[in-house]
């Protein structure tokens, strides 16, 4: 599973931290016993739509895992359970059972032993809105079976069903044994509205027409997976058809995106050939489709052959010119279909031999379909993304303990695993790294597995010990935090390089490679740094002009490395990975109102890596008018002549500052540019430097479809300086924008809401803001939802109060504070 894209950047404080209950820190998580196996699943699927409800059978083979059993214990939330009975050649006896909305407990007739199979049938109805938790509480966030718009009675949204297994709901629309490591064959019927089409695992194996307008679809999938895994998709999509080798690879979209499916999901058949290279394993499965949900709960769910991905990932041809953000996120899933779906976690615990690797696969496709700058980027952007969360520290990659087994789902399970793995590769070499994965894959596939068996698989392969590698980096926390100083003594003719681990807790073992540079020639020496102080002392004949310590720039620490802007501007120059170029920059970033910074960061505008032009960009300080003077003439350049449309777009919108009448015609010359962030940032910088034109452009471009950065820059601008006769495409923009792309236009959006006195329109706008909330996705709910309440309703509800006394439109004012207030939850 993936959450929601978007890192968020919003700097504005959070209030009312989650109340801290830790009574989990005492509950042992334990692999689920296995008591009963399953085997097989027959499910025949009902819908009302009316009611949001689903009308089922089931008829569940299962098998004592090793001892007797004399009952069975099936995970089902929430339902109606109608009928239970032992499924005897073509009749049905009755069972006794309980059942107390969550725990589903069938006396069997008899004693089973092991191998004796057993078919039990239960009828029932699955009502995922009126779910409860343990609580009183309604679930929100894990209803297992959604329906979306399932009246029509919401206008631009499609009417469709899909499930969210993951971690244990499918037992919401299926009695089950709802735990990773049970694993079975299935065979999914749904009858269903005749224009619809379905998606499950596995195959069609038949469709019939119903003589009331239904139709019957039958899935089966031929091969053991688990309940997690289970899906279902239903609704109005094209169906848009692709191959890899003999193999169906499809993709369902809205059918207004059909013609842009293979610009999003195209790719596919080479990700799928890629990773059977590497992992030396066929793609397991027999199709591969991928679907978009409305509405969806996350970012994307690996579903065996049968991948949901949030609607967020249907974009426009436009879009796709800026790069297609969704690319990662399809590598993700795929890689799923192997670490996760075909070998799969014990438990949640062991979360990270699923979600790790999907996480280290965005890093291998970027490695092999872009090369290293961009995976390496990538590498650096996700360990910073780690560390940069303090909260994430004490928490191990392998946890017994969580709070709620969603919590496993984390920056240390993805970001920080993938990053151990990257690090596990360079240590024993590509070789045994991906042998190792092929042995473990092989040694699990159709069953299950943990951080230990991975272990045992690498060893195997490389001969290696690696207990230290695992006890440190999946069964410990935290991460080494480094001080890096160095001593010439040129009289001694010697550099005395000292690294201390300054983290609190355990050190660390860290294999690292350290680079002396004279000149071009670069000598290299391995070392190993394990002590709270490790002292290198290397003898030279002439002043090295570097010494680079952790060279290829993949451990996993936060470094204060005391190098001079002189030794980065030569790291810059001759070092060259990604990884110290970008070190170079930020420390010329950081220090650029010092002269000697200045040349390094043109230097940076020129790298031949656009992230790296972008990043130095992005941090320029324009208040320091020195800055603005001297890269005034690069940065014309870049808006001119970049070949990436979003360093161009981000020149373009620096150039605005100028405020120099002879970029109109640039600005005006990209307003109509293919590339959304081209003509948004040209627009942007338009408007800085000629507002009045730039609500005039604004207000023409906005009668066209327009979406992405585009989209934002006419969403701002009309926010920012247009009237309430701009309220109807204001809301219209904002619609089509991302979740991040809602919330850099959210501070502008609410401004312009308080500025609004039609009563009307400032309800329509707020329900678009809480539309926004009530829809993120589950990872980024913690923080933005507090901010979205606390900061922005309140904020807009605090100022409009402000204004009221004395007001003539008090008693408006007064129903639109009532209205905001209303909303807040
Ligand atoms: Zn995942």
Request: hydrophobic share 35%; net charge neutral; glycine share 6%.
């Amino acid at each position: 599973m993936l959450a929601g894209l978007a890192i968020f950047h919003v700097t504005m404080a959070q209030s009312n931290p989650p109340a801290t209950d830790t009574n989990w820190k005492s509950i042992y998580r334990a692999v689920p016993e296995k008591i009963n196996d399953l085997v097989h699943a027959k499910i025949d699927a009902r819908f009302d739509f009316n009611q949001s409800r689903m009308k089922g059978k089931v008829w569940l083979t299962v098998q004592p895992h090793l001892y007797p059993v004399n009952s069975l214990e099936l995970d089902a939330k929430g339902m109606d359970i109608h009928q239970v009975a032992l499924v005897k050649g073509s009749s049905n006896q009755p069972l006794q059972f309980k059942y107390d909305g969550w725990i589903l407990n069938i006396k069997l007739d008899k004693s089973y032993q092991q191998n004796e199979k057993y078919t039990v049938y239960v009828e029932y109805t699955a009502k995922p809105n009126d779910l409860k938790a343990k609580g009183s509480e309604a679930i929100k966030d894990a209803r297992g079976l959604y329906f979306i718009n399932p009246k029509g009675e919401e206008k631009n949204k499609p009417t469709q069903i899909w499930t969210q297994g993951e971690t244990e709901g499918t037992s919401v629309w299926v009695p089950i044994i709802d735990k990773p490591n049970q694993k079975c064959t299935d065979e999914i019927t749904m009858t269903v509205p005749d224009k619809f089409v379905t998606l499950s695992n596995g195959k069609l194996a038949s469709q019939k027409k119903n003589s009331d307008g239904t139709r019957t679809d039958t899935w089966k999938m031929d091969l053991p997976h688990s309940p997690y895994l289970f899906f279902m998709g239903i609704g109005d999509y094209a169906v848009v058809k692709d191959k890899y080798k003999n193999m169906d690879v499809d993709y369902y979209v809205d059918p207004e995106f059909a013609s842009v499916a293979k610009g999003i999901f195209g790719l596919t058949p080479q990700m799928i050939g890629f990773f059977e290279k590497i992992t030396g394993v066929n793609y397991p499965w027999n199709k591969y489709a991928q679907i978009t949900g409305h509405d969806y709960v996350s970012g994307a769910m690996e579903n065996t052959t049968a991948t949901l991905h949030s609607d967020a990932a249907q974009v426009d041809a436009r879009q796709l010119i800026d790069g297609n953000e969704w690319e990662t996120t399809i590598a993700h899933e795929l890689f799923h279909q192997w670490f996760g779906d075909y070998a799969t976690t014990k438990s949640w615990s062991n979360l990270t031999v699923n979600e790790s690797f999907a996480d280290y696969s965005e890093y291998l496709w970027l490695e092999h379909q872009y090369g290293l700058d961009k995976a390496n980027e990538d590498n650096i952007d996700q360990m910073e993304a780690y560390t940069g969360s303090p909260a994430q520290e004490e928490k191990k990659l392998v946890r017994f303990y969580y709070a709620d087994k969603e919590d496993m789902f984390d920056l240390v399970t993805y970001q920080k695993g993938g990053r151990i793995l990257h690090m596990l590769r360079k240590y024993v070499g590509d070789s045994a790294f991906f042998k190792g994965l092929n042995l473990y894959l092989n040694t699990y596939k159709f069953s299950n597995a943990d951080a230990n068996q991975l272990r045992l698989a690498i060893e195997q392969v490389s001969g290696k010990d690696l207990n230290w590698f695992f006890n440190q980096w999946y069964y410990g926390n935290g991460h080494p935090k480094l001080d890096i100083a160095y001593r010439y003594d040129d009289a001694a003719k010697k550099v005395v390089i000292t690294v201390s681990q300054l983290q609190d807790g355990n050190l660390f073992k860290l294999p690292v490679a350290i680079d002396v540079y004279n000149g071009t020639s670069k000598q290299r020496r391995e070392v190993w740094i394990e002590n709270k102080v490790d002292t290198f002392v290397f003898a030279y004949k002439t002043k090295p002009d570097l010494v680079n310590v952790d060279a290829e720039k993949f451990t996993l620490c936060e470094k204060d490395d005391h190098k001079t802007l002189e030794n980065f501007a030569f790291q810059f120059k001759n070092a060259q990975n990604y990884g110290d170029r970008r070190e170079a920059l930020a420390a010329a970033i950081r220090e650029q109102q010092k002269p000697n910074a200045l040349a390094l960061l043109e230097a940076g505008l020129h790298d031949r890596y656009p992230g790296l032009r972008k990043m130095v960009l992005d941090s320029l300080d324009f208040r320091n008018q020195n800055i603005q003077t001297t890269f005034e003439s690069s940065i014309a350049e870049l808006a001119k002549t970049d070949k990436d449309p979003k360093v161009k777009g981000k020149a373009l919108e620096l150039l605005g500052f100028y405020k120099n009448p002879n970029y109109v015609s640039l600005f005006k010359q990209n307003i109509n540019d293919s590339s959304y962030s081209v003509a948004g940032s040209a627009l942007f910088g338009y408007t800085i430097l000629d507002p009045s034109a730039g609500l005039v452009s604004a207000r023409d471009i906005v009668k066209q479809p327009v979406r992405g950065k585009l989209a934002e820059s006419v969403g701002i601008i009309l926010m920012s300086l247009g009237g309430e006769e701009d309220f109807d495409n204001i809301a219209k923009t904002y619609s089509v924008l991302s979740g991040q792309e809602k919330l850099d236009a959210i501070d502008a959006f609410s401004a312009f809401l308080v500025r609004t006195q039609s009563t009307d329109k400032v309800k329509k706008g707020v329900d678009l803001i809480v539309d926004y909330r009530d829809h993120m996705s589950a990872r980024n709910k913690d923080e933005i939802i507090p901010i979205i309440n606390n900061v922005i309703l309140k904020g807009i509800a605090t100022q409009k109060s402000a204004t009221k006394s004395g007001s003539t439109n008090a008693v408006e004012l007064q129903k639109q504070i009532d209205y905001i207030n209303e909303k807040i939850k």
